[in-house]
């Protein structure tokens, strides 16, 4: 079952697959649900039969031995299938006449299948072979476990009798690596049958961490839980049948690992280059760090031409602080496809830490011009066009992407753009230009207090008060206080009656609110109204709560998002305006300035 649900979920993947009924003495595979192109009358007993009696002279060819399959579901994509035999009255004599040790040991049956290896390649060039094993220790199951394999997944119910049973299987596997072919073959572990039940008395826990400490592994591939349903009786493959189901995506999970095994397959070499940048980030795993090495060998070799697994090639060259070779695989992606949105901006942003501000400006304009970008790309090449040039940050007005941009994208945008007074001003133009084409994404009220909180900073103080006056709620706290603010910067005079009439009323009743930028709000209304101490007081408790829990913050003292240095910095100006008794905010003195 588990190796009929993953042969569907990678054929449905567009890999090319062949299945294998290696389990002679049960076989089945065939009993599926699915459509052989003709009858079964021969398979893998017939041609060991047939080599046996011609004197072992040579393998016959597998084309006579093989069939198409459709599974139900995937009719216009069949797998291969080799089947164990012909399943009439004299199937079991013709098995049991095969001497395996014979075969083995006098009549080249190493080679038999070394040149069915081959075989099957030349006929079928699968990416993947699937063969279902017999299970426990017997002559035909090292066949399947070492001989024949790069990977073997272990599928097991977690019980004494089977861990048993699978210790001098798993040993066996391992030797093969100081054997004479010194063949190193991957393991799967597979939990299987498993009951979707609460384990309450953490018995199914104490079997999990025995299995794990006995047969040496770290982790499952995958856990496949029992199925209560009658439906299992006809033998149906979930992955097609229930795709969204929890169990058809725990096959899911066991196809993803097998793929990570096979360095070829693009999806699992993608996989791979992703957790090895989750590996670079939390230096969680050194040996699996120690290992990438040789997979980005391999990785770069079977796919020196795919642009988005070069690309992760190049973001683990810079994790790795390999910029020069980050900065050539970058280029290389680019020579692929010019229009690599991902690829300009970690190309650009190479460029500025060399010191080439011409080279990466010159990527960023190029990123500008695309319109299918990443949202995080999108605000990555703000955030490096904010640290090139300023002056040139208008340019991103001009995008064609800015539309299809999500709203957390937008906001790390507008946090972006708010770093700064000279650009505050594109901060009001971007996000009216995006909700021009997202009208539904929010309400007029929610982009007018936006935009007024970008206007003040860039010290446009009357068209932020007109933008406040015409919200239909301009009554709440967020706009009054912002309003007053405004007319602060516009009179250049401390509008106390403002804050006395319509702020502080609001502000009483949200004192619960212990938000940093709220209780910074808070500080500055009551030394407005002249209550320093009170001021000092809630000022205090903002820089307390600040202090543990350090991030970029709005400051109504700058109107800016400010690092946590900064912020701390507003704060302590604050804090000597208040005791001094005089001064004004940060965006009023630097517009004045």
């Not at 002279?57 to 006579?64: E, F, G, V």
């Not at 039940?197 to 856990?223: M, P, V």
């Not at 408790?541 to 970029?552: H, K, L, M, N, Q």
């Not at 400051?555 to 008794?581: I, K, N, Q």
């Amino acid at each position: 079952m588990a190796l009929l649900n993953v042969a569907a979920e990678l054929r449905s993947r567009g890999r090319r697959v062949l299945i294998v009924d290696f389990d002679l003495e049960a076989p089945g595979l065939d009993t599926f649900p699915m459509k052989l192109d003709r009858p079964v009358t021969r398979g893998l007993v017939e041609m060991i039969s047939e080599y046996l009696g011609s004197s072992c002279d040579s393998t016959p060819p597998i084309k006579d031995f093989l069939y198409e399959a459709k599974l139900d579901g995937l009719d216009d994509s069949p797998v291969w299938l080799l089947p164990a035999g012909r399943q009439d009255d004299s199937y079991d004599s013709r098995f049991r006449d095969i001497d395996w040790q014979d075969f083995y040991e006098n009549q080249g049956g190493f080679l038999f299948f070394e040149d069915l290896k081959l075989q099957w390649k030349e006929a079928v060039s699968p990416d993947y072979v699937l063969v279902d094993s017999r299970t426990g220790h017997t002559d035909i199951g090292g066949i399947c476990t070492r001989q024949l394999p790069d990977c073997v997944a272990v599928v097991f119910y977690p019980n004494e009798q089977n861990l048993r049973g699978l210790v001098p299987v798993v040993e066996d596997i391992r030797s093969e690596e100081a054997g004479p072919l010194k063949k190193k073959i991957d393991i799967q572990f597979v939990m299987a049958n498993v009951p979707d039940l609460d384990d309450e008395e953490s018995i199914l826990a104490r079997a999990c961490a025995n299995f794990s400490a006995t047969l040496k592994y770290q982790d499952l591939a995958a856990t496949i839980h029992h199925i209560n349903s009658f439906s299992m009786l006809t033998q149906r493959l979930l992955i097609l049948d229930r795709p969204n189901s929890k169990i058809a995506g725990e096959y899911k999970q066991l196809a993803s690992a097998i793929a990570r095994r096979n360095l070829e397959d693009r999806d699992g070499a993608i996989s791979v280059l992703d957790q090895g940048l989750v590996d670079l980030r939390t230096d969680s795993d050194s040996g699996a760090i120690g290992q990438l090495e040789k997979k980005l060998e391999l990785i770069a070799g079977f796919h020196s031409h795919d642009v988005e697994v070069m690309r992760r090639m190049a973001r683990i060259r810079r994790m790795q602080r390999r910029n020069d070779e980050a900065l050539e695989l970058f280029e290389h992606v680019l020579e692929l496809n010019d229009n690599d949105g991902d690829s300009l901006v970690g190309k650009a942003e190479l460029l500025l830490v060399s010191g080439d501000r011409a080279g990466a400006t010159q990527d960023l304009e190029a990123f500008f011009s695309l319109g299918n970008v990443s949202s995080f790309s999108f605000a990555l090449a703000t955030r490096l066009l904010m640290l090139d040039d300023r002056q040139r940050v208008p340019r991103l007005l001009t995008s064609p992407a800015i539309s299809s941009l999500p709203l957390s994208t937008v906001s790390d945008v507008l946090q972006e753009l708010q770093r700064s007074h000279e650009t505050c001003n594109v901060a009001a133009s971007f996000i009216q230009i995006w909700a021009g084409s997202n009208p539904d994404a929010l309400t007029k009220d929610q982009i007018s207090a936006e935009v007024s909180m970008c206007l003040i900073g860039a010290g446009n103080f009357e068209e932020a008060k007109k933008q406040i006056s015409g919200m239909q709620d301009s009554t709440d706290l967020r706009s009054r206080f912002n309003y007053a603010m405004a007319e602060w910067g516009a009179s250049g005079q401390l509008p106390r009656k403002l804050f006395e009439q319509t702020v502080f009323p609001k502000i009483a009743e949200a004192l619960g609110d212990t938000e940093i930028n709220h209780l910074q709000c808070f500080s500055l209304a009551y030394w407005v109204i002249q209550d320093r101490n009170r001021a000092l007081q809630i000022l205090d408790e903002a820089g307390t709560r600040f202090a543990s829990a350090p991030r970029s913050v709005f400051s109504c003292w700058s109107y800016l998002y400010r690092s946590p240095r900064d912020f701390r910095h507003d704060l302590d100006r604050m804090r000597a305006v208040f005791t001094e008794g005089k001064g004004e905010p940060e965006y009023i003195a630097h517009i004045r300035n």
